[in-house]
């Protein structure tokens, strides 16, 4: 193989899913579904470019960052011929892997075997015999169907770029897989064990059952709290979650003192056991002199990521007596989801008060408090 090409079909619209959006595109263990295939596949050696095949209804705040972009078909064998077309300079052993969004268990063991099986075969894909009983049902008996030689076929389906071209050139657009292209040319296809995270997510029930899958046994979320303090100096306005807000004065810091930030951020690498802001944004260093304090929460959230887990959910709790952060909460709430790309039922920014006690009642600053949970992301 010359290169290596993965082709993610994300046009489909999954109803039977029955979530408010494309299952591809809803939340599974802190991720959308597709981003976690998105990732196995840029984080292996093996390949070279990453090809989405999206519809019309890419969420905002989707970033599809190094990956190319093909326009969907009516048909997923349509959707796929347009991800092949924006293969880049292809040669005919390209090898290529297409891929279902709604699968997000792959694993670069799966990418691994597939790869190998097209140094001698022109096709290969993951399967997994059939375990239960078969039945044949009529309107009056049932008939035993054998189980010998039978698989359930999942994907990555894995292709050299010149068979599956000529294939899908003299196919119907209606095929159940892209092996049923080259199945009618004859093409030797190699089965590859498959495995059961690779189960492709059609019902409702089925979110459960993968994100169960795909957190490892002995393999726990991790809960992490954080705290910061800024005291008023003078100013017009106050920073809270990105959010500038009018005041009749401004939090003191070397950054931009968004105290609601920073106790997210420090909850993040409490969580995942990295130390404090402190440590890795010293505030006597002259580089972070009025920095955006969103770069520090996004640097909390990539080391995290290192670590092997991703952002569940989080609660930021603002205390002070003025201004007001009710008016400004949603706004809040929808530029941390934004920054760290989650869900907004993810993210809750709430505000109370001392009642006039302490030095956040005698209006000197602002606290806060937030509250992170991380989960396991295996499989990458």
Not at 14 to 29: I, M, P, T, V
Not at 354 to 364: C, K, M, N, P, Q
Request: charged content about 25%; aromatic content about 4%.
């Amino acid at each position: 193989m010359n290169r290596t090409v993965a082709i993610i079909v994300a046009a489909g619209k999954g109803s039977r899913a029955e979530s408010e959006r494309a299952k591809q595109w809803c939340d599974l263990n802190g991720r959308r579904v597709i981003e976690w295939s998105i990732r196995a596949f840029q984080s292996h050696p093996a390949v070279d470019d990453v090809i989405i095949v999206t519809g019309p209804d890419v969420p905002d705040g989707f970033h599809s960052d190094g990956c190319l972009l093909a326009t969907g078909g009516d048909t997923r064998t349509q959707s796929v011929r347009n991800g092949l077309q924006a293969i880049k300079d292809p040669a005919e052993n390209t090898a290529v892997l297409i891929h279902d969004a709604a699968r997000p268990g792959l694993t670069h063991a799966i990418i691994d075997n597939l790869l190998e099986a097209l140094s001698t075969h022109d096709a290969a894909a993951p399967a997994l015999p059939v375990q239960d009983a078969l039945k044949r049902a009529s309107d009056t008996n049932l008939v035993s169907v054998s189980r010998d030689d039978l698989y359930r076929v999942q994907t990555p389906q894995a292709f050299r770029f010149g068979a599956i071209v000529h294939a899908l050139s003299e196919a119907a657009d209606d095929l159940v897989d892209d092996l049923a292209a080259v199945e009618r040319q004859g093409v030797a296809v190699k089965l590859v064990k498959g495995s059961d995270r690779l189960h492709k997510i059609t019902y409702p029930e089925d979110f459960d059952m993968v994100s169960r899958m795909m957190t490892p046994r002995l393999a726990f979320p991790r809960i992490g709290k954080g705290f910061d303090v800024h005291a008023f100096e003078p100013g017009d306005h106050v920073i809270l979650c990105g959010v500038k807000i009018p005041h009749t004065a401004k939090l003191k810091g070397h950054s931009d003192a968004d105290a609601a930030w920073h106790a997210l951020t420090d909850a993040i690498l409490g969580a995942a056991a990295l130390g404090d802001i402190g440590d890795h944004f010293p505030p006597n260093e002259d580089r972070w002199k009025d920095a955006d304090s969103g770069l520090f929460l996004k640097e909390a959230q990539n080391l995290a990521l290192k670590r092997g887990f991703a952002i569940g959910n989080c609660d930021v709790t603002i205390i002070c007596e003025a201004p007001k952060v009710k008016p400004h909460r949603e706004t809040m709430r929808k530029r941390t989801a934004e920054l760290l790309d989650l869900s907004l039922d993810a993210v809750s920014v709430k505000a109370t008060t001392t009642e006039a006690l302490g030095f956040t009642g005698r209006r000197e600053g602002i606290a806060a408090e937030a509250v992170v949970t991380l989960v396991p992301t295996s499989g990458d």
